[in-house]
């Protein structure tokens, strides 16, 4: 059964670091476009940022400079370290799996930036 897991949430103040964490039991993990999208209270989900299987990423405007993905095959384990955080990151983080046949989802991890 595949599954996506999610850790490394929190609560933390502004300017501090968290770093996100995915462990996917998915065949052919290499294979999957894997992505990190949040969802804040009253908003749609967006997507933050986005690796492909040759390396390549994505990142929405907002967090550019500020978060890093990547992706361990070896691990099956992608990752999101995000650097000063701000308010506006507080959200529901999401971990994507897709290989344009399947689509997986997380079940979330709740990240809070708050003094």
């Known amino acids: 059964q595949v599954q996506l897991v999610e850790s490394g949430g929190g609560l933390v103040q502004p300017g501090e670091s968290l770093r996100l964490s995915c462990a996917a039991s998915i065949g052919g993990f290499g294979l999957y476009f894997m992505a990190w999208y949040r969802q804040a209270p009253g908003k749609q989900r967006e997507l933050v940022a986005r690796i492909r299987p040759s390396g390549s990423t994505d990142y929405v405007d907002s967090v550019k400079g500020r978060f890093t993905i990547s992706r361990d095959n070896s691990k099956n384990t992608l990752y999101l370290q995000m650097s000063s955080l701000e308010p506006e990151d507080t959200a529901v983080y999401y971990c994507?799996?897709?290989?344009?046949?399947?689509?997986?989802w997380g079940q979330g991890t709740q990240v809070t930036v708050s003094s």
């Open positions: 994507n799996a897709n290989n344009f046949i399947n689509n997986y």
